[in-house]
């Protein structure tokens, strides 16, 4: 199999927000994106932030640390890294002293336990609530109707910095066909923006991933998780 080309993958992604952003009259500079790189090895993700990639997600914690050690230990400490995954709360504490965002925050036990840990280490970390917002089995994140009371309990956690709202679309061929979940989660986020929570600075949405970025673009999302289109498909999925 020939070597993955990271630039081209890179670019091509970098074309693929710049014309999404103009079919619908958005600045390409108000998408992040974050490159996930679950299941890749380090020399897979050093070869990724060499050419400028500053986000970084994973989503199992047991990933996470080592890689944010790694780069941390050769002083690269400039990479914003984010938990993107199925959160369990007694692993909040193997993360708290280093990761940036916590992008997965699906209940009040889990912001409770992230402030916890935050103001021990004196930090503020950044959160996003994720919202179910797909009609599938499986369910992650809290249901929208719980959202209200999740944000003004974060009130309380003053370590704690919620900065949007997170979600996974249905899993689908054709990404018109999820484009009325992202439509939800960005009205969901208008909602709450109009209540002004202390410790919440609701400006992100994060959703859209390889398959449905376009959609999820012209539906508002702020930051993009792509792993495929950057890393190559990933073994055994
Ligand atoms: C794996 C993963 C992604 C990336 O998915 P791709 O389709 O490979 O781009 C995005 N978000 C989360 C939460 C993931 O677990």
């Not at 109009?194 to 702020?222: C, F, P, R, W």
Request: proline letters at 3%; aromatic letters at 6%.
């Amino acid at each position: 199999m020939a070597p993955i080309n990271y630039s081209q993958n890179l670019e091509h992604i970098k074309q693929r927000i710049a014309s999404a952003c103009e079919a619908c009259g958005r600045n390409p500079a108000d998408i992040t994106l974050i490159a996930i790189s679950k299941t890749k090895p380090i020399e897979a993700l050093e070869a990724v932030r060499d050419l400028g990639q500053i986000h970084f997600g994973e989503n199992k914690v047991q990933e996470l640390v080592p890689k944010m050690e790694h780069f941390d230990e050769k002083g690269d400490t400039d990479i914003q890294w984010h938990m993107v995954g199925g959160l369990q709360t007694n692993k909040i504490k193997y993360l708290s002293d280093r990761v940036d965002w916590i992008d997965s925050v699906p209940k009040k036990k889990a912001l409770k336990e992230i402030n916890k840990r935050a103001k021990a280490s004196g930090r503020i970390i950044q959160t996003l609530i994720q919202v179910n917002i797909s009609n599938e089995e499986q369910k992650f994140g809290c249901e929208p109707d719980d959202l209200p009371a999740l944000l003004k309990a974060a009130e309380e956690y003053s370590h704690v910095k919620v900065m949007g709202l997170m979600g996974i679309a249905s899993f689908t061929d054709n990404p018109e066909d999820v484009r009325h979940e992202f439509k939800a989660l960005r009205c969901l986020l208008e909602q709450e923006q109009q209540k002004d929570y202390k410790n919440s600075d609701l400006k992100h949405l994060s959703m859209g991933m390889t398959n449905d970025l376009e959609v999820a673009i012209e539906e508002g999302s702020t930051m993009i998780r792509i792993g495929t289109a950057l890393f190559g498909a990933r073994d055994g999925q």
